[in-house]
């Protein structure tokens, strides 16, 4: 009586859509369906709803999840959401689309929005989410750029399948290449399907091995891509932490299995030569110009980030592309000022 006061002449409708399931005179939640909101970087206020499947540890959600759980709005997705370039685009790209919060985003400032993804619930999940909103969304199934070969899109942005496993059980967050490979091929295939001035953003793990400069891995990553790009990665964690990290995640900490599944990721890992595992952010920009003048920056920054960071990243490439097409008479006849945003702290004499 109380979901029927709260939802009037819903519920029957819901249990049918498989949102809501009865038995006797109660009923449970199948879904997990809540507020979302966000705050644009030019201060606009965003309110959504956004349907996912129910995750561990909350009421009435069942103890481990399923290879096809769709998962909710995470600190993984806020972070993306922040760091995305806002300014207005024709098309716009959300490559593996989960529940669909990205797009979200991504109506607000592109003309045509397509979401993909290779979970087939993921995507009825991420429709039933646009259709909440009254967003257009196009939703495509295939894995990684499948769904769009032959297409170009001015944003691409992905929040892929990156953890690096032994097994490949959680379509959400487990790829089913070996090591950090999925990403890398992400890297190495966005250029392809960007416009000229086209922006490719991703959240992505990375393998710090033994005897390599992480940073040179990554470099290889870039290829001739013709693209610029800015490369920062936010934590590196211990194997062992790791792995503890992503069993509890998959709700599997304190099970029969926990210490099976532990030996055999950590014995995995140690095989590849695995000292760290690196967390980071991937921005690309096809510009069109020769691999020696491109500007690639690939750093390590694990401290604190005042977000949004959208306008900071878009204001980098800007300046990269200005500064290329300086000769040195132009440089030095242009006066430089110190951004708004820096404060400047004089100590002593």
């Not at 490719?200 to 400069?213: K, S």
Request: charged content about 25%; proline content about 5%.
């Amino acid at each position: 009586s109380r979901v029927d006061a709260a939802l009037p002449e819903l519920v029957e409708p819901l249990v049918r859509a498989g949102i809501l399931f009865r038995y006797g005179d109660q009923i449970s939640a199948l879904v997990d369906l809540r507020p979302y909101g966000s705050v644009d970087a030019d201060g606009v206020e965003r309110r959504y709803w956004v349907a996912a499947d129910l995750t561990p540890g909350m009421d009435g959600a069942r103890p481990t999840m399923t290879g096809e759980h769709v998962l909710g709005v995470n600190s993984a997705a806020t972070t993306l959401a922040q760091i995305t370039v806002r300014d207005e685009v024709g098309s716009a790209l959300d490559l593996g689309t989960g529940c669909g919060v990205q797009a979200l985003h991504l109506s607000s400032h592109a003309q045509r929005v397509v979401g993909t993804d290779i979970n087939p619930r993921a995507l009825a999940l991420a429709g039933f989410t646009a259709r909440l909103n009254d967003v257009e969304v196009e939703l495509r199934e295939g894995n990684l750029f499948d769904p769009v070969q032959g297409e170009r899109f001015d944003l691409v942005v992905s929040n892929p399948p990156f953890v690096i496993s032994p097994r490949s059980e959680l379509v959400y967050r487990e790829g089913e290449l070996a090591g950090d490979e999925l990403c890398r091929r992400l890297v190495l295939d966005a250029p392809r399907h960007l416009t000229e001035g086209g922006t490719c953003q991703l959240l992505a793990n990375w393998l710090h091995v033994a005897g390599e400069d992480w940073r040179d891995r990554l470099g290889t990553w870039l290829g001739g891509s013709g693209c610029d790009a800015w490369i920062i990665e936010r934590e590196v964690s211990d194997p062992a932490e790791y792995v503890e990290l992503w069993l509890k995640d998959a709700g599997v900490h304190g099970a029969p299995e926990y210490h099976q599944r532990y030996d055999e990721w950590l014995d995995w890992l140690e095989a590849q030569r695995v000292e760290g595992i690196g967390f980071g952010w991937i921005t690309l920009r096809r510009t069109g110009a020769g691999k020696s003048r491109t500007n690639v920056r690939i750093e390590s920054w694990p401290h604190h980030v005042a977000q949004p960071l959208g306008p900071t990243v878009a204001r980098w490439f800007e300046v990269g592309a200005v500064l290329r097409e300086m000769d040195d008479a132009a440089l030095m006849a242009t006066r430089a000022t110190v951004a708004s945003d820096v404060h400047q702290e004089q100590i002593g004499a």
